[in-house]
């Protein structure tokens, strides 16, 4: 696919929410989603890179994408990408590939996955439409992007740096879920919660790995609805943006 150039980019969504500003919700914890994509537009039919391709921007009014905290399955059967694969893409086919996982975990009453590699069904992912952080003892770990299978979402580098501005040590590694559950039985497993353009901050109250149920009291969380309430403050306009994260309109 190519690139599109910056100034088309920009100088084309800034002319596009010119034209649709009125329809920005103006309630909290609402906005004008704005999504780009490209797609293959070449008359035929057949199985080969396109010679054309025609790049859009949606613009859609929406509110919380979660409007409750999560109960969230650990797949350990599914798959939703490999190392040497797009899973580090925001690509429909990302999407498509983990419906039926979802919608198995849906029938067994949970609203998404949390995937884990494709080889040891061990090491934690991403979680259906976010990127995943676990904040054990002072210490907040998300999982590392080295295998390309992780989407290298803007929210995630956001929260990163909020919480490095809180003084929590931040690391992207490589967390197994024996690890995830031993510190949960250790008391030491505070928070875990997901992060993505639409999610924003999601709190997951409820995490099952086979047979075992690990809960949270999201009731006495401090550092997810700080995150939350500091990348609100910026996008509000509320306090300074010291990081260039703000494009005027």
Not at 144 to 154: F, K, M, P, S, Y
Request: aromatic share 12%.
């Amino acid at each position: 696919m190519p690139q599109v150039p910056e100034e088309i980019f920009m100088e084309g969504m800034r002319l596009l929410i010119e034209l649709d500003k009125n329809w920005i919700p103006q309630m909290e914890d609402h906005s004008l989603y704005i999504r780009p994509f490209m797609f293959s537009s070449d008359e035929m039919i057949g199985v080969r890179p396109s010679d054309k391709y025609k790049f859009m921007i949606l613009l859609s009014p929406t509110g919380p994408y979660y409007s409750a905290p999560m109960r969230i399955y650990v797949e350990e059967q599914y798959v939703r990408a490999v190392p040497g694969g797009v899973g580090y893409a925001k690509a429909a086919g990302n999407y498509g590939g983990a419906m039926y996982a979802t919608a198995q975990a849906k029938l067994k009453g949970y609203d998404q996955v949390l995937w884990t590699d494709a080889f040891e069904h061990k090491y934690v992912q991403e979680c259906g439409t976010m990127n995943v952080f676990f904040i054990i003892g002072n210490t907040a770990i998300t999982p590392n992007l080295d295998e390309g299978t992780i989407l290298a979402g803007v929210t995630r580098d956001s929260t990163m740096a909020v919480l490095r501005e809180m003084g929590f040590n931040v690391e992207e590694k490589p967390l197994s879920i024996d690890d995830i559950i031993d510190a949960y039985k250790a008391g030491v497993l505070y928070e875990v919660f997901g992060t993505g353009t639409a999610a924003t901050i999601s709190f997951i109250k409820e995490l099952r790995y086979k047979d075992f149920t690990m809960k949270f009291d999201i009731d006495n969380w401090k550092t997810a609805p700080d995150v939350k309430s500091r990348l609100n403050a910026i996008r509000y306009g509320q306090v300074e943006d010291t990081h260039g994260w703000m494009y005027k309109i």
